[in-house]
Antibody
Framework: QVQLVDSGGGVVQPGRSLRLSCAAS????????MHWVRQAPGKGLEWVAI????????YYADSVKGRFTISRDNSKNTLYLQMNSLRAEDTAVYYC???????????WGQGTLVTVSS | DIQMTQSPSTLSASVGDRVTITCRAS??????LAWYQQKPGKAPKLLIY???SLESGVPSRFSGSGSGTEFTLTISSLQPDDFATYYC?????????FGPGTKVEIK
């Protein structure tokens, strides 16, 4: 069965960096686009980024463009989100999700909490 | 970028009620519209994609319809397990956007 396990969250000071990981299993990882979606405490879902199945294309939300980088290692079935210049408003639970036709998200990780605070 | 709105933001209903949630896009999104259910502390779950296609394993009391800029999610007979928050999501021209959500509460 499809399984996505998010990790790497924690408390970080404003301006610092953090890298999230998402370990995938149960499907052919290198044939699917993958997304990151976040949810601030008590708020709705915000799409963050997508990476094509082969890593050839990436797209980002305007709110994170230039600060966050999505990447993947298909040999390790792992998705990453490098988050730089973190701000208080980046505080959220971050979910990785498997993309279907690069459009809808059919499986989600359990989420990892990132708290940006001094 | 395309903006999504949902109405109502909160809905109070009883078990057995027919419930309809509306999602509107700021411009036409063809059929690239999905619906998700999220319960507190849990990851979202895909319910419907391509406006009206039911994801495998989702009960048939859930249905979706609409086109262009206006879409609906209907629960034909609300069950105790359905009290949750529902989000629509669109894709258009390398832009992915979620609606603000509709919380379905027990009346």
């Amino acid at each position: 069965q499809v399984q996505l396990v998010d990790s790497g969250g924690g408390v970080v000071q404003p301006g610092r960096s953090l890298r999230l990981s998402c370990a995938a299993s149960g499907f052919i990882f290198n044939t699917y686009g993958m997304h990151w979606v976040r949810q601030a405490p008590g708020k709705g879902l915000e799409w963050v980024a997508i990476i094509w199945y082969d890593g050839s294309k990436e797209y980002y939300a305007d709110s994170v463009k230039g600060r966050f980088t999505i990447s993947r290692d298909n040999s390790k079935n792992t998705l990453y989100l490098q988050m730089n210049s973190l701000r208080a408003e980046d505080t959220a639970v971050y979910y990785c999700a498997k993309g279907e036709y690069n459009y809808y998200l059919d499986y989600w990780g359990q989420g990892t909490l990132v708290t940006v605070s001094s | 970028d395309i903006q999504m709105t949902q109405s109502p933001s909160t809905l109070s209903a009883s078990v057995g009620d027919r419930v309809t949630i509306t999602c509107r896009a700021s411009q036409s999104i063809s059929s690239w519209l999905a619906w998700y259910q999220q319960k507190p502390g849990k990851a979202p779950k895909l319910l419907i994609y391509d406006v009206s296609s039911l994801e495998s394993g989702v009960p048939s009391r859930f249905s979706g319809s609409g086109s262009g800029t206006e879409f609906t999610l209907t629960i034909s007979s609300l069950q105790p397990d359905d009290f949750a928050t529902y989000y629509c999501q669109q894709y258009n021209s390398y832009s992915w956007t979620f609606g603000p959500g509709t919380k379905v509460e027990i009346k």
